[in-house]
């Protein structure tokens, strides 16, 4: 059988660590998504400011009008 370890509370000291790591966890991930929202946006932007060429569909012929 498994021996489960004994819980006790954390002590103020404990939980102010544990509240700081979450903390600076929460501000890295924060800034993660921050950066992939403007990276995406920036991305959009490319894309959509780009004019493709648009070229004859295969099988088309391409006539002159003068």
């Keep these: 059988m498994i021996q489960l370890p ?8 404990e ?8 903390r600076e966890r929460n501000r ?3 800034l993660i998504l921050g950066f992939l ?4 946006f920036a991305i959009s ?3 959509i400011a780009q ?3 648009h070229a004859p569909a295969e099988g088309t ?3 002159e009008h003068s």
């Design 51 to 53: 004019k493709p060429e």
């Design 61 to 63: 012929l391409q006539t």
């Design 28 to 30: 890295v991930m924060a």
């Design 45 to 47: 932007i490319v894309k």
């Design 37 to 40: 929202v403007i990276l995406f």
């Design 15 to 22: 939980t102010d660590a544990l509240r700081a790591r979450q």
């Design 6 to 13: 004994e819980t006790r509370p954390l002590t103020a000291a």
